[in-house]
């Protein structure tokens, strides 16, 4: 059965949220939305998702300074960030590279410590965005002792491959490379150094359930908030 | 300790007449583009040349912004991002940084919320978890890590913001003064921690809402509030949730032709500068 790059992602998504209580989805994030949704569509109740833009029946009534009173409680289980920058050490910098602008931090700076674990997200996979180290940390991987942190990094998701995060050895470890992707092409394409199996699975294809659901109850809900991703990748 | 005013609100003709209260150089403070824009108010500041403008993104902003920063009105912005969100980077505010016109301080969502919540209770500090190793903090004279005076850790605090100005729109407005934003409460720590607050509305609402249960929880009492002004559409192309939606096609045509100077000049003589005011 034939999907599209956006419908792999969503279910590796899918499965990494399996289980959670509470994920959280925040600016222009249109395929973690989409994996968490269909986690849930797939799972019955869990994970409540909570989508900060939700342009109809939106969660919060607080404003949007709620969602970050929910994480700064521990409320908040999976919360996604992205990055112009992501380097080995799973620093990410939303602000400038290169001399060029990009939007800002948002609120990386806290989110990445208060949610319980945080899913870096970057469809474009290479030694642009995968770099060695970040030249502005918005919100560091990892801190010292002595400063309060509830979580971080539980995998980084791209458009080439999943990487899993090895807290103890600050390394991301590759985990799966995408259909139609190979393990000496995510070499060439990233910046920083990670740790590999031996021999490097493929990530699982959606089956025609998770397609089903997805293209159904998850594709409409998407198309409420997300309107033109819907209409690119569902038509 | 600074005092603000508790206001009889006056009411104003039109988004003009606020636009013209808002004077050169003053700190704004803004919603993001989902969360009731005074769009017609942008507009209007664009037409009356309003220059050195310091933006406030509560806590992020978007296309007010890329339209004041592009027509030369603002001298400074401080928020968490500015984007156009699905329709992609905001290009005049990144040209603008790339070339040094506007000076940004970068913050991050919740330390503005914190920030703002500080000036709503009149202390001058705020703290917030997290943020320490960010390079954030570097740039930042108004935040420094102190030692959590009950704990063991550290914790950065962050200086009370108090705006100069709160601009918004609103569904409604009474007779009082009173405005409805439902659920829309970002605007109302605005309006609380700021030195004035100017608010269009899309109608008059007879009667006094904060005496209507079910209304007043998503009212901001006048108190809080210098003026208001009728805009209907005032949020266009920007949305009122339950009246009228964001405007993705108008966004998405505004996105490509801010790429260039010349697109954006053609976007404002079209929409903001020869447009009829509502």
């Known amino acids: 059965m034939s999907y599209a790059p956006e419908e792999l992602l969503a279910c590796a998504i899918a499965r990494m949220v399996q289980g959670a209580a509470h994920a959280a989805i925040g600016a222009a994030s249109p395929i973690p939305a989409a994996g968490c949704l269909l986690a849930r569509a797939r799972d019955g109740a869990r994970p409540r998702v909570s989508l900060l833009h939700r342009r109809r029946g939106n969660p919060f009534t607080e404003g949007s300074r709620e969602l970050f009173d929910l994480a700064g409680q521990g409320r908040i289980d999976v919360f996604f960030l992205g990055g112009a920058q992501i380097d080995g050490e799973a620093n990410i910098n939303l602000v400038e590279a290169g001399g060029r602008r990009f939007p800002g931090s948002f609120g990386s700076a806290f989110m990445y410590f208060a949610a319980k674990r945080t899913i870096l997200f970057r469809e474009e996979h290479t030694r642009r965005v995968l770099v060695p180290r970040v030249e502005f940390v918005s919100a560091p991987g990892w801190s010292p002792p002595g400063i309060a942190r509830r979580g971080g990094p539980q995998a980084l998701v791209t458009g080439r491959a999943l990487f899993s995060w090895d807290a103890a050895r600050r390394r991301f470890r590759l985990q799966s490379v995408h259909p139609g992707h190979s393990a000496g092409e995510v070499r060439e394409h990233t910046g920083f150094d990670y740790d590999k199996p031996g021999a490097v699975p493929v990530t699982p294809e959606p089956t025609a359930a998770e397609l089903a659901l997805l293209r159904g109850p998850v594709a409409a809900l998407i198309a409420e908030n997300y309107p033109g991703f819907a209409r690119r990748v569902w038509g | ?142 935040w420094t890590v102190i030692a959590d005076p009950f704990g063991a850790e550290r914790i950065v605090v962050a200086r009370a913001i108090v705006p100069d100005a709160g601009l918004f729109h609103a569904r409604w407005a009474d007779a009082a003064g009173n405005v409805w934003v439902g659920r829309r409460r970002e605007l109302a ?90």
């Open chain 2, 1 to 142: 300790m600074h005092a603000l005013p508790a206001n009889e609100t006056r009411f104003l003709a039109d988004a003009e007449a606020i636009a013209a209260a808002i004077p050169d150089g003053a700190l704004v403070a803004l919603a993001p583009d989902y969360s009731l824009a005074a769009m017609a108010v942008v507009r209007a500041l664009i037409r009356r040349r309003a220059r050195g403008l310091r933006l406030l993104g509560v806590p992020v902003l978007g296309f007010a912004a890329d339209l004041l920063v592009g027509a030369g009105c603002v001298a400074e912005i401080e928020s968490s991002a500015v984007s156009l969100g699905e329709a992609g980077p905001a290009p005049r505010f990144a040209e603008a940084v790339e070339k040094g016109l506007v000076r940004m301080r970068d913050s991050t969502c919740p330390m503005v919320h914190s920030a703002l919540q500080a000036a709503e209770k009149g202390v001058p500090f705020m703290p917030l978890a997290g943020v320490i190793g960010s390079d954030l903090l570097a740039r930042r004279a108004d």
């Open chain 2, 189 to 278: 720590t605005i309006a609380h921690a700021s030195r004035a607050c100017y608010v269009t509305f899309e109608e008059r609402r007879e009667g006094d809402m904060l005496e209507d249960e079910l209304l007043a929880p998503g009212v901001i009492s006048s108190v809080y509030v210098t003026a208001v002004a009728p805009a209907p559409r005032g949020a266009w192309p920007l949305g009122v949730p339950g009246c009228y939606a964001m405007d993705d096609a108008h966004l998405a045509r505004y996105a490509q032709a801010a790429r260039t100077a010349e697109g954006f000049a053609r976007y404002l003589d079209e929409f903001v500068l020869n447009a009829v005011p509502a």
